[in-house]
């Protein structure tokens, strides 16, 4: 099994542009969560997703972040426009329902100037 | 809402010997999950161990065992025989059985050092 798999791994972008962020969760899991970790915030839940339907996006920062899921194999996380206080890394992780263990992706470290 | 603290923003140990992290967690909860997650320089969450509240056999896996205390909502983990490798950021995290969360809580880390 590959595990989760982000996209990509280092994003370096300047204030003000678009960033997509991207996730393929393992395959079978039906559960996916986006998280955001900085040094000042530590592990932070963003969304996620059952069945590919959001649950929970309470954690979403402001409007300017929104998450999809369009299919069981693949979500995105947007950040428009991005400001250097987005600048964190951000993991994807899933889950089968029936399980109680999250596998995380190795995470996008997005650099915001 | 269910917290989860790890006072040990740091912890040293020496090659081959042993070290244990602290962990408490509050909830009102009596049946959830607890984990230990490591993330080395790669930054990659590496699931360590993990343990059932309804079960009060402690969970061991190799050399990582925790020490889980309901009562106490303690849920330590020790590493014997201390590795190289095993340096990194330590993160014990919990979820709740059954409500719609389904989602983590974590701890805010402990960065463990391992001497040669």
């Known amino acids: 099994d590959a595990g989760v798999i982000q996209s990509p791994r280092h994003e370096v972008t300047e204030m003000g542009q678009e960033v997509t962020l991207r996730c393929k969760p393992i395959?079978?899991?039906?559960?996916l969560f986006w998280y955001r970790q900085t040094m000042m915030r530590g592990l932070e839940l963003l969304i996620y997703?059952?069945?590919?339907?959001?649950?929970?996006d309470s954690g979403m920062p402001e409007d300017r972040f929104s998450a999809k899921m369009p299919n069981a194999s693949f979500s995105t996380l947007k950040i428009q426009p991005s400001e250097p206080r987005d600048s964190a890394v951000y993991f994807c992780?899933?889950?089968?329902?029936?399980?109680?263990?999250?596998?995380f992706g190795p995470g996008t470290r997005l650099t915001v100037l | 809402a269910q917290t989860v603290t790890q006072s040990q923003p740091e912890m040293s140990v020496q090659e081959a010997e042993t070290v244990t992290l602290s962990c408490t967690y509050d909830t009102s909860e009596s049946d959830y999950y607890l984990f230990w997650y490591k993330q080395p320089p790669s930054r990659q969450m590496i699931l360590v161990i993990r343990q059932e509240a309804y079960k009060q056999q402690n969970a061991t896996e190799n050399r990582f065992s925790v020490n889980f205390q309901k009562a106490a909502k303690s849920f330590s983990l020790k590493i014997s025989d201390s590795q190289l490798g095993d340096a990194a950021m330590y993160f014990c995290?919990?979820?709740?059985?059954?409500?719609?969360?389904?989602?983590?809580?974590f701890g805010g880390g402990t960065r463990l050092m391992v001497k040669p």
């Open positions: 997703f059952n069945n590919n339907v959001p649950i929970d």
């Open positions: 395959s079978g899991h039906n559960s």
């Open positions: 995290a919990y979820r709740s059985r059954y409500n719609a969360g389904n989602m983590l809580t």
């Open positions: 992780a899933s889950r089968s329902l029936e399980a109680d263990t999250q596998y």
